[in-house]
Every structure is written in C-alpha cells, then in structure tokens.
C-alpha cells in the first residue's frame, strides 16, 4: 500500500521542450502537407507518436525526405553538415534547438577555431551528441567514464564540453579527472549542464529522506530521465522509470513514494500513475519555481504573427480561443495546451 505520494516540482517539461513541441505544432497549422523531422522531436514516446498519428514523420537521414519537404531539426541539436544537407533538399528548414544545446555548439566552433582540441563528455549515440561532434568531427573527443579520459592522447591544451542532459553526478567525475590529466584545461565560464535537468536531481534529492521509492516518469531514451533513477539508486533509494501506469505492473511499491518526471515527459502521465497508486494521501513538495522561456525559432515567428493578425482581423478567435492566445502571446501558451489541440 502507498502512504504518501510526494508530487515534486519542478518536474516535466523544460524551456526547451516547450518551446520545440509548440513549434512543432505550429508547422502542422501553418503548412497543410506533412512534417517531416530529424530526430524525435524530443525523446517521450507518448510525445512521438501523438505527433505520427498527426501527419509528422520523423527520420534520421536527409536522404528520407523528398525535394522540396518541409523540415523541423529536433531540439536535440544537429551538426552543421547533416543541416546543409536538409537545407539542399527542403523548402523550409525550421531549427528548433534547445539554445542551451546551441551553446554547447558555439563553443566548440570557438575552441576549435583557436586550434584547442575537444573533449566532450557525453553519451555516445545520444542524439545531443551527435550533433555536437559533428561540429567539429576532426577536433572532438567523445569520453562517457574516467577510463576514457585517461586513454586520451592528445595536447595538454584541451577544453572541456558537455552533454547538456548528463547529471551532475556523471559530469563531476570526468571533470575533475580531466583537470588532472591536462593541466591546461580551458572551460566555458558558464556550466554546459541544462538548468532543467540540474533543478530535478536536486528536487529529488531534498525529497529523498522523506520516502521509500522513487518514481521518475519518462521514456527508456531520455538521458536526463535515467540520470535521475541512477542518482536516486546512488543514495541506496529503490527507484523506478515508469513509461506509463502498464509498468506499474511489474513492480512492488509501498510506503512513501516520490513521483518526477525527466524534461520530455507530459505531466498527464504522472497524474494517471498517481491515480493508478491510489495513495492515501498526495503531498506537494515544490523545490523550486521554473520561470525560463525560449521563444519559437526565427524562421516561425513571423508566420505566427501574420496568422494572428489575420484571425484577429476576421474575429475568428471563436475557432479556439485557447489556439488563438498562444498565437498571440506564445509566452502564455503551454506545450501541454498545445498537445490537447491535436
């Protein structure tokens, strides 16, 4: 029997996540023929296929597509080469990179660029890392552990990267052993690690001494969402990722459970497992408030507001008054309001 549910905040959806699913949906509004886009849009596999039942295919190679397709490049982050190639093909490329992934790439152009050879840390096949080697492909050096720093051979005037997903308890390790190894080490002055998945680990971890199981809400392919469940398994806490309330199945819970989500899951998945455990009672346990917002890429901004204009020009705001406020103020417009529209 579960006690205590503590539902913890922040939780869910980042900045960047809102900011690629809402753009994502304005491409299905806007342009009246299929989506195509690189990568899942982000890794929630509720999220994917929501979007594939609504005319988005997604794809891992410009070869996919067909001339003249309109394109959306994932939050995740793309190399410079694979954009060209999508650009050589489609009519419009729109990029929805998480700008915390676009700074990860600027600085490793600008390390590049002075002749300082790479080291990024990151989770070889990620999506986000991918992308980010392929910035600079002849210059970079993928490690995932300490093992990986010590094999490195290269010049002692190196620069430190990161994943932006990777916990802090991954990222510290590989830092401090990178600091002994090349005494020259240049880093950025401000952490790669996104605020996002930092704000959870330490919501989880004020939580922690409260409860017996932790519940982290997200997909196999999250690299956030899994460094939550190997943070908590870390402190010796029983924890679990839960895709959706049919893996709840499998598992033996009691006492006082803690339940968060990884930055690309919806909230209503957490809500349904909540109800699924039939808690005695639910307690909020807010750690901390997130405010940050991105704004949509450059390329849908003017569309959007031309569509406003025109609705409000019309008075057709009766279509669906909620659709039309976040084109007017896409700032108060959520990626979950967006998501219920499809």
């Keep these: 029997m579960v006690d205590k549910v503590y539902l913890v ?27 195509y886009c690189y990568h899942e849009i982000v890794h929630n596999k509720w999220i994917v296929e929501k979007f594939q039942k609504n ?31 999508f650009n050589d093909k489609s009519s419009l490329t729109v990029n929805s990179v998480c700008p915390l992934v676009t700074k990860v790439h600027h600085e490793a152009k600008r390390y590049t660029d002075e002749g300082t050879q790479v080291i990024y840390v990151g989770h ?33 005037n190196a620069a430190l990267l990161a994943q932006t997903t990777l916990a802090v308890s991954e990222w510290e390790p590989i830092m401090m052993s990178s600091k002994n190894k090349f005494k ?3 880093m950025p002055r401000k952490s790669d690690l996104c605020y996002a998945t930092t704000n959870r680990q330490s919501a ?26 190997k943070m908590v398994e870390s402190r010796n806490v029983q924890a679990f990722r839960i895709e959706d309330t049919s893996d709840l199945k499998s598992i033996k819970i009691n006492g006082n459970v803690a339940i968060t989500a990884g930055a690309s899951a919806p909230d209503h998945l957490v809500f349904n497992i909540i109800n699924e455990l039939k808690p005695i009672k639910i307690v909020d346990f807010e750690h901390k408030n997130e405010s ?44 979950t309001e967006a998501l219920s529209s499809l």
Aim: proline fraction near 5%; hydrophobic fraction near 40%; glycine fraction near 6%.
């Design 124 to 156: 070889k096949g990620h999506d986000e890392a991918i992308g980010a080697l392929g910035v600079s492909p002849e210059n970079m050096h993928l490690v995932e552990n300490i093992e990986d720093v010590e094999k490195l051979n290269i010049d002692d």
């Design 184 to 186: 020259n080490l240049h």
């Design 204 to 229: 989880i971890l004020d939580v922690l001494p409260k409860v017996d199981t932790v519940l982290v809400v997200g997909s196999e392919n999250s690299s956030n969402t899994k460094a939550l469940v």
């Design 55 to 85: 005319n988005v295919v997604f794809v891992e190679d410009p070869a996919e597509i067909p001339n003249g397709a309109v394109v959306m490049l994932s939050a995740h982050g793309t190399s410079p080469s694979v954009e060209n190639a």
């Design 9 to 35: 905040t922040p939780r869910g959806f980042c900045a960047g996540v809102e900011m690629a699913i809402k753009a994502l949906l304005w491409m299905l509004k806007i342009y009246d023929e299929t989506i």
């Design 292 to 335: 940050e917002y991105f704004p949509l890429p450059k390329e849908l901004r003017n569309n959007v507001k031309l569509i406003s204009s025109f609705l409000e020009v019309f008075n057709q705001s009766e279509i669906n008054p909620k659709k039309i406020n976040g084109i007017a103020n896409d700032k108060n417009w959520s990626a």
